[in-house]
């Protein structure tokens, strides 16, 4: 039984980084928008700039201007087991075309 429960907890945790990555966005304005990203498995900036500009066109249809005001956080991706060594957040604001 006690394995069963470490087999049954090791995929959940191991499950909450397959979830990768995590994308927030906030209206700040009519067209403005605060994009958050945090991944688990991060290989580099460039990567998180990437996930911003995919947000950036989901939340505007008609198209993205330049990503603004760029912001480095602590991500918030759990990691009990060190599954998410390389973790990463980055924030930034975009506004509508």
Request: with cysteine; net charge positive.
């Amino acid at each position: 039984m006690k394995q069963t429960a470490a087999g049954a907890l090791m995929l959940l945790l191991l499950a909450g980084c397959q979830s990768d990555p995590q994308l927030r966005s906030k209206r700040i304005g009519p067209g403005h928008y605060r994009l958050t990203v945090d991944r688990c498995h991060m290989v580099d900036q460039q990567l998180l700039e990437h996930d911003l500009r995919e947000l950036a066109s989901s939340v505007c249809p008609s198209g993205a201007g330049p990503l603004e005001a760029l912001e480095q956080l602590p991500s918030r991706q759990g990691s009990l087991l060190g599954e998410c060594l390389g973790s990463g957040a980055l924030r930034a604001e975009v506004r509508c075309r």
